[in-house]
């Protein structure tokens, strides 16, 4: 069974940093793309980042690109998400997933397993 738990979020005030893990099990992590992706209040869920199976090219929203760096660690079945001066508009649940596949991608519908999520709020 593919579970995915994260951690590291909190609350920090604008232009703090803060770094998520989310720690894999039950899956040959090696082998798939895995995603980044953010629930705000009232709002969809909308991509942020991806790598893929190799740890290169990495894929941004067009928001966090030069703030966040999504890389992984096969050797610890672990991806991180490296987020930099944080704004406000970056308070949302983080989420991480599990690609279908070897090729990352920005499609939620491409991701088929999930972990539960870990808040993150910026104060201005």
């Known amino acids: 069974q593919v579970q995915l738990v994260e951690s590291g979020g909190g609350s920090v005030q604008a232009g703090g940093s803060l770094r998520l893990s989310c720690a894999a099990s039950?899956?040959?992590?090696?082998?798939?793309?895995m995603g980044w992706f953010r629930q705000a209040p009232g709002k969809e869920r909308e991509f942020v980042a991806a790598?893929?199976?190799?740890?290169?090219?990495?894929y941004y929203t067009d928001s966090v690109k030069g703030r966040f760096t999504i890389s992984r660690d096969n050797a610890r079945n672990t991806v991180y998400l490296q987020m930099t001066s944080l704004k406000p508009e970056d308070t949302a649940v983080y989420y991480c997933?599990?690609?279908?596949?070897?090729?990352?991608?920005?499609?939620?519908?491409?991701?088929?397993?999930w972990g539960q999520g870990t808040q993150v709020t910026v104060s201005s």
């Open positions: 997933a599990r690609s279908k596949g070897g090729k990352a991608t920005m499609v939620a519908t491409e991701y088929d397993n």
């Open positions: 790598i893929t199976w190799t740890g290169g090219t990495p």
């Open positions: 039950g899956l040959t992590f090696s082998i798939y793309a």
